[in-house]
């Protein structure tokens, strides 16, 4: 059933189950590489073996030509906890500047609308997609985040370290998404022309700077170790049988192991079918998830215009060597431990603006 955004509005009792599926993968057919992922088709024939009843929402994260991408995350938990907004406030929905498949695709709000997510996704030397990277790390948030962005005045580092050291900081630093389920699919390819029997890449000049015994994570499923880590520190149930890791066209090449060739493998799909049956049922016997006091659905953010022109003012007086003093920034410089002071790069290309000057 195609997800009905009005269902997030009743208790669990009166709603369907709801899904989301995410297909991990940066390929798409649209732009280079000009072919679709294994991980796409597998999220659409997840979507229909799951039960009609439910409420089944999927996304491809794929690269497309002119399509926004996910923003990196600024890291802002590393200022204060108080800094990092749920839902992140550091980019905009249709934003020119700085476009974000995040909030341009309501992913806050799809994925608190969810009772489980299924992920399904490649590993990309060794390692989670890039755009699943992108994406977890965008949902730091999610972890401990602040709910209500008028206590920072939007995002004013210095109130944000102050209001963490208070009371009112304990009460609104929960766990957003806490009690959900995530299940993760992971893939890799292996080709058999790419090693020797060592298990070294043959085209390997230096086959002294590598040790195959040393890399403990080749073909191994803790590849996504990190999101999965990150969904549990989070109050997000990842049960082990759920994280799987499933090796797609051994011994053959690339070109040989493409969504069409796996349409066909029997075992494999076997394997796929199984883990979402074990999700399936896992759901279902859980039950459905209790939203969160304070939730990404239906949010709209505030408006925030005085305190984009304050912050504009800052950023300047750091640009020109002046920051605000006794802000970190400004300690910083009396230590000399930032001294690279710089007007805006399309300005000065990173020129230095020193006292001595």
């Not at 002071?341 to 000057?357: M, V």
Request: aromatic letters at 12%; a negative charge.
């Amino acid at each position: 059933m195609k997800p009905n955004d009005d269902s997030a509005k009743l208790p669990p009792e009166q709603r369907p189950f709801r899904v989301l599926i995410i297909s991990g993968s940066d390929r798409r057919q649209y732009n280079c590489p000009g072919v679709d992922s294994k991980s796409r088709m597998l999220m659409l024939r997840m979507a229909e073996l799951l039960p009609k009843e439910w409420e089944i929402d999927y996304e491809d994260l794929g690269n497309v030509y002119a399509r926004s991408r996910i923003q990196s995350c600024n890291a802002c938990v590393s200022t204060s906890m108080a800094l990092c907004v749920w839902p992140c406030n550091c980019y905009k929905k249709n934003d020119d500047k700085e476009p974000d498949l995040m909030w341009d695709l309501d992913m806050y709000a799809r994925l608190d609308m969810a009772d489980a997510w299924a992920i399904i996704g490649p590993h990309n030397w060794y390692a989670a997609t890039s755009n699943l990277k992108l994406m977890f790390d965008r949902l730091v948030c999610m972890n401990g985040g602040n709910p209500d962005e008028e206590t920072i005045d939007h995002k004013d580092p210095e109130k944000a370290m102050a209001f963490e050291h208070t009371e009112e900081w304990k009460e609104l630093n929960i766990n957003h998404l806490e009690g959900r389920t995530a299940g993760f699919y992971c893939y890799g390819d292996q080709a058999g022309e790419e090693r020797d029997k060592t298990g070294r890449p043959q085209i390997l000049r230096h086959p002294e700077y590598l040790d195959p015994k040393d890399e403990e994570i080749w073909n191994t499923r803790h590849a996504y170790g990190p999101l999965v880590l990150q969904c549990r520190y989070s109050g997000i149930e990842v049960p082990d049988h759920l994280w799987t890791y499933k090796v797609f066209g051994r011994d053959k090449k690339y070109s040989e192991n493409q969504a069409e060739h796996l349409s066909s493998n029997k075992e494999v799909l076997q394997h796929f079918d199984d883990w979402v049956n074990a999700f399936k049922d896992f759901v279902f016997q859980k039950g459905k998830i209790q939203s969160g006091k304070y939730r990404a659905f239906g949010y709209e953010a505030p408006k925030h215009f005085k305190a984009d022109i304050k912050d504009g003012i800052r950023y300047f007086k750091m640009m020109i060597g002046k920051p605000e003093e006794g802000s970190s920034p400004w300690i910083q410089e009396k230590m000399d431990l930032n001294d690279d002071a710089t007007w805006h790069p399309k300005w000065g290309e990173g020129k230095k603006l020193r006292k001595s000057d």
